[in-house]
């Protein structure tokens, strides 16, 4: 419906679609930092509001490389679990959805083109400049791979908050 909406005012589209855009990180940000934060208890699984907000400020605090190191450590934490698989999941994706949120927040911009387009510039530090098109369907296509990122992460947090301690994959109980 948000995607209908967007492609029904023109020039207003794209600004909407990244505004949908920020939005979904956002939620992303929150869901992997309280992953984060049931996967430090001992045992894992359910964390108090106060666990959550100090996970929030100590980890909205760093660069998203340390999120990647220590969702790293964390899969090794928990090698051989039956969430070993979703964790690697969200290492495996995290790098690329960490760029396009990048891009997307910290672009430029420019003039429409006739196909309803923008042009957009980025020039990330100790990198090149880029210049592109930029369309409606490219963002959306991101927003797509973030709530499939989201889904991950969510899933394993309900798991955590239903299953309670992780289990080894060939545990018998």
Same mark, same amino acid.
Request: charged letters at 30%; aromatic letters at 10%; one cysteine or more.
């Given at each position: 419906?948000?995607?209908?909406? #967007?492609? %029904? =005012?023109?020039?207003?589209?794209?600004?909407? $679609?990244?505004?949908?855009?920020?939005?979904? *990180?956002?939620?992303?940000?929150?869901?992997?930092?309280?992953?984060?934060?049931?996967? @430090?208890?001992?045992?894992?699984?359910?964390?108090?509001?106060?666990?959550? =907000? #100090?996970?929030?400020?100590?980890?909205?605090?760093?660069?998203?490389?340390? *999120?990647?190191?220590?969702?790293?450590?964390?899969?090794?934490? =928990?090698?051989?679990?039956?969430?070993?698989?979703?964790?690697?999941?969200?290492?495996?994706? %995290?790098?690329? #959805?960490? &760029?396009?949120?990048?891009?997307?927040?910290?672009?430029?911009?420019?003039?429409?083109?006739?196909?309803?387009?923008? @042009?957009?510039?980025? &020039?990330?530090? &100790? #990198?090149?400049?880029?210049?592109?098109?930029?369309?409606?369907?490219?963002? *959306?296509?991101?927003?797509?791979?973030?709530?499939?990122?989201?889904?991950?992460?969510?899933?394993?947090?309900?798991?955590? &908050?239903?299953?309670?301690?992780?289990?080894?994959?060939? $545990?018998?109980?």
């Amino acid at each position: 419906m948000q995607k209908e909406f #967007a492609s %029904l =005012f023109g020039m207003l589209s794209i600004p909407f $679609s990244i505004g949908q855009f920020v939005i979904e *990180w956002n939620q992303t940000e929150r869901n992997l930092i309280r992953l984060m934060a049931m996967l @430090e208890e001992k045992p894992p699984g359910r964390i108090s509001d106060e666990a959550y =907000f #100090a996970a929030r400020d100590k980890w909205l605090d760093v660069h998203y490389t340390e *999120w990647m190191k220590h969702l790293d450590k964390l899969c090794a934490e =928990f090698k051989d679990t039956d969430i070993e698989s979703d964790l690697k999941s969200i290492v495996g994706h %995290l790098p690329t #959805a960490i &760029k396009v949120r990048h891009n997307v927040v910290h672009g430029y911009y420019g003039g429409t083109f006739e196909d309803g387009s923008r @042009e957009f510039k980025r &020039k990330p530090r &100790k #990198a090149e400049h880029t210049s592109d098109k930029i369309t409606v369907q490219m963002i *959306w296509d991101w927003i797509d791979q973030i709530r499939a990122l989201n889904s991950v992460a969510g899933k394993l947090e309900i798991r955590l &908050k239903i299953d309670g301690p992780i289990r080894p994959i060939n $545990s018998q109980l």
